[in-house]
T-cell receptor
Framework: QKEVEQNSGPLSVPEGAIASLNCTYS??????FFWYRQYSGKSPELIMFIYSNGDKEDGRFTAQLNKASQYVSLLIRDSQPSDSATYLC???????????FGKGTRLHILP | SAVISQKPSRDICQRGTSLTIQCQVD?????MFWYRQQPGQSLTLIATANQGSEATYESGFVIDKFPISRPNLTFSTLTVSNMSPEDSSIYLCSVETGKDGYTFGSGTRLTVV
């Protein structure tokens, strides 16, 4: 059974600080890794994807992947109240079209 | 990335009835995915729908309960049959958008009473 694990939170972070969200996965064959943001009552929206070990930066967001440790993380710099949402980690295996989601981490940015 | 129009956005249904959810994509896609998101939970894949073939269902989901149609490369429907309160959930369709990942429809919030 392929699993994606996330701390459910809530994770509370002061405005302006760095929010760090973590995710581990069980399937060593996983090749693609995604971070989705989901506001309450809305559908998930993709904010980052990463395929290679190391860091990938996009604006205030940085995704970090360590395949040896089966670990992927998302850093949000200069956190804003609008970043308050549930963040879903998702992975898929090379050649497999479906993706498996973690249960999500609720992030709360404190004004 | 693809734009998905999903409807209805919400519905309240009587137990024992069926509801059909529609997703229309603004471009042709090979596969469409149907997810369920129960209150406070993450997304669980129900099935993968290919055009011209039967849908592939995940463990715990069966065609009799969740029949899916995929008549062409831009459209799919999911029916929730013989509903019970346990089927109350958000149902989402999704398509792969190449390297940019997967895009979701706006979701259907179903309440069964």
């Amino acid at each position: 059974q392929k699993e994606v694990e996330q701390n459910s939170g809530p994770l509370s972070v002061p405005e302006g600080a760095i929010a760090s969200l973590n995710c581990t996965y069980s399937d060593r064959g996983s090749q693609s890794f995604f971070w989705y943001r989901q506001y309450s009552g809305k559908s998930p929206e993709l904010i980052m994807f990463i395929y290679s070990n190391g860091d990938k930066e996009d604006g205030r967001f940085t995704a970090q992947l360590n395949k040896a440790s089966q670990y992927v993380s998302l850093l949000i710099r200069d956190s804003q109240p609008s970043d308050s949402a549930t963040y879903l980690c998702a992975v898929n295996e090379w050649g497999d079209d479906k993706i498996i989601f973690g249960k999500g981490t609720r992030l709360h940015i404190l004004p | 990335s693809a734009v998905i129009s999903q409807k209805p956005s919400r519905d309240i249904c009587q137990r024992g009835t069926s509801l059909t959810i529609q997703c229309q994509v603004d471009s042709q896609v090979t596969m469409m995915f149907w997810y369920r998101q129960q209150p406070g939970q993450s997304l669980t894949l129900i099935a993968t729908a290919n055009q011209g073939s039967e849908a592939t269902y995940e463990s715990g989901f069966v065609i009799d309960k969740f029949p899916i149609s995929r008549p062409n490369l831009t459209f799919s429907t999911l029916t929730v049959s013989n509903m019970s309160p346990e089927d109350s959930s958000i149902y989402l369709c999704s398509v792969e958008t190449g390297k940019d990942g997967y895009t979701f429809g706006s979701g259907t919030r179903l309440t069964v009473v």
